[in-house]
């Protein structure tokens, strides 16, 4: 897994990347999901890949033997999850009424508030 | 203590959740809101009074043996932000209720501003990293939820660039907290800063820490990611934008220094940083002032100064010395006051005249020569004139940065003066000494709490200039407490976990 785990996060960010840099908003939102996606899976690689062991104290002992799975990296993922799906919903939203409103979802477009007055019709 | 170190976060949740509780009555809960600022406004000078006088204080969140809780602390440099904050906040707060219109404040502006307060003081008083990071996040959503509130095209595309972006920095946030973690296996601040102390971080530490830093660059509104504070603070109501101004860019400065002087120990990861921090924070001031030349728009001439002024401060942290973190502190201080009050002339100026275009209005200091003072006043601490306490934040940060040997970026910080006078001078001649034009529109009177905002800030920065050697020891102090972190670090219960 932990031969595996690093390529999987380095397609996810590059293809997240550059889905973000496209004009078009829907497209901005699947490259957002990847990129917290492939974060994740980061935290979760980088914590240490440890196979069935879990964080128990074997009974008789006062401690912890190493190795075991460290659960605050899956701590912070489950955090980081929460975070990044109502970001996610949030930003969904947006864009929504953001077409709505604006009648388009082409970046290149959405000049209207960034525009000079004498510019704006 | 530590009531005062857990207060500054309570007292908004409480009153987030009596607000959402009260959703109808919107006076009931401007007052809510008011109250719990000045809770946090308590708290921090209680805060300040006692670590003056024992040394930092932390509260284990839950009781849990310290390494194993997240802790809350409060050092001097957390305890002045907090009073920085909560002081401007309550200003703030002030104007913003009573220009808010009905529908707004029925969609939820009271709650929102209330956990925006919240996340604001436990990005100050948090001694964990990847809590910073949920404060962090605590605050975006409910700037978020400000930005949009209300609907328009106008607020619907700043929201959408304001959004993407921060998103972006969160990512790199997390990106970098994974990595040190990956490294040092604590998160702790305290235990990070020990980690740090004691050897390399390693490659994947190093980078790590480019990731956070990156990351709280771009809330500081750094170049050259800085283009989603000028695209969109323009768009939501101006209480709303004053809000944002005196608050979010301030703390994600504050959370750059904090996180650069605990981790950015070994030479070699300080010297890259440093060199990429003074670099950044030089173009970043310049890059921002001429942004404003081009504009009549007052909000957006402002929003570029912000982003100017976010220079200035991250050239402060980039000096990594007692005298460089003193000086920001003093001068995140100065800007607070100045630059929010200029957003409340702002706002008070769009009520009276009608507009926001500097070139449909004017003869206002005729009218109204209480506006004119208070702007002049607030535009002159900002362009750096004595005796107003920006012109100490600004001789502060030369003198570190000549001590320090910063010349070029020191060069790029006055030249930036002379520009932001020119912004400065242009509002003051178009709006306040021109006659009125014939074109322009119909205004109407400002609400007394917008007054009593404005010139509160105007007292602010006239004071904190007249003041300033007092000020200016607090704010020593904390430079002291944030170039040596040592008791910081104990107070975390700061040993590796």
């Known amino acids: 897994m932990e031969a595996v785990l690093p390529f999987v996060v380095g397609i996810l960010y590059a293809t997240g990347t550059f889905l973000m840099l496209r004009r078009a908003l829907a497209r901005v939102l699947i490259g957002l999901a990847l990129l917290t996606t492939g974060t994740n899976l980061l935290v979760f690689t980088a914590g240490g890949i440890v196979r069935g062991r879990p964080p128990l104290i074997e009974p008789g002992s006062e401690q912890l033997s190493p190795p075991y799975a460290d659960p605050l990296p899956q701590a912070f993922i489950l955090t980081a999850i929460v975070i990044g799906f109502g970001v996610l919903a949030f930003a969904v939203a947006l864009a929504y009424r953001t077409l709505r409103d604006a009648g388009t979802e082409d970046s290149d477009e959405l000049t209207l508030s960034e525009a000079m007055p004498e510019e704006r019709r | ?497």
Not at chain 2, 246 to 258: E, I, S
Not at chain 2, 350 to 360: I, K
Not at chain 2, 405 to 426: C, D
Not at chain 2, 428 to 452: C, D, I, N, V, Y
């Open chain 2, 1 to 497: 203590m530590g009531w005062a170190v857990a207060l500054p976060i309570a007292a908004p949740l409480a009153a987030a959740a009596g607000c959402l509780l009260g959703r109808k009555l919107l006076r009931l809960q401007a007052a809510t809101t008011v109250a719990a600022v000045l809770c946090q406004l308590g708290a921090g000078i209680a805060l300040v009074w006692d670590v003056h006088t024992s040394g930092p204080t932390a509260v284990q969140v839950g009781g849990w043996p310290a390494g194993a809780a997240i802790p809350l602390v409060a050092d001097m440099a957390s305890g002045i932000m907090v009073v920085l904050a909560s002081t401007v906040a309550l200003l703030a707060v002030l104007f913003a209720s009573s220009t808010i219109d009905q529908r707004r404040a029925a969609f939820g502006f009271y709650p929102l501003t209330n956990v925006l307060l919240m996340g604001v003081a436990g990005m100050v008083l948090t001694g964990d990293l990847f809590n910073l990071y949920v404060w962090v996040e605590v605050t975006l959503i409910a700037s978020f939820v400000l930005m949009a509130l209300g609907g328009g095209r106008m607020q619907m595309e700043g929201a959408t660039k304001y959004v993407t972006l921060n998103v972006v920095a969160s990512v790199l946030f997390l990106t970098g907290i994974g990595l040190i973690y990956a490294v040092a296996g604590t998160v702790s601040l305290g235990g990070l800063a020990t980690y740090a102390r004691h050897g390399p971080l390693g490659w994947p530490g190093e980078a790590g820490a480019m990731f956070v830093l990156a990351a709280l660059l771009v809330k500081a509104a750094a170049f050259p990611f800085f283009w989603w504070l000028p695209a969109s603070y323009h768009t939501p109501p101006i209480g709303v934008t004053a809000l944002f101004a005196g608050l979010l860019t301030k703390v994600g400065v504050f959370a750059l220094v904090r996180v650069s002087s605990l981790l950015l120990t070994a030479e070699s990861l300080r010297d890259i940083a440093q060199g990429a921090m003074l670099a950044i924070g030089g173009v970043t001031m310049v890059a921002g002032v001429l942004g404003a030349a081009a504009h009549s728009d007052m909000r957006r001439i402002l929003s570029f100064h912000i982003v100017s002024q976010s220079g200035y401060m991250v050239m402060g942290a980039g000096f990594m010395s007692g005298a460089g973190y003193a000086a920001t502190l003093f001068f995140l201080g100065h800007n607070m006051a100045a630059k929010t009050g200029l957003f409340v002339a702002a706002g008070i100026m769009h009520r009276l005249a009608g507009s926001y275009d500097v070139r449909a209005i004017g003869g206002l200091m005729r009218k109204h020569p209480g506006l004119a003072v208070s702007f002049a006043v607030c535009a002159a601490s900002l362009a750096g004139f004595p005796p107003f306490a920006g012109f100490f934040g600004k001789l502060a940060l030369v003198q570190a940065g000549v001590a320090g040997g910063h010349y070029a970026v020191v060069a790029a910080a006055l030249f930036t003066s002379i520009l932001t006078l020119y912004s400065m001078t242009k509002i003051w001649h178009e709006a306040f000494w021109k006659p009125t034009p014939g074109s322009a529109g119909q205004g109407r009177s400002a609400p007394w709490p917008a007054w009593l905002a404005l010139y509160g800030f105007a007292t602010l920065s006239a004071a904190g200039g007249l003041a300033a050697g007092g000020l200016f020891d607090f704010a020593r102090l904390g430079g002291e407490a944030l170039a040596d972190p040592a008791a910081f670090i104990a107070a975390t219960g700061g040993e590796r976990r």
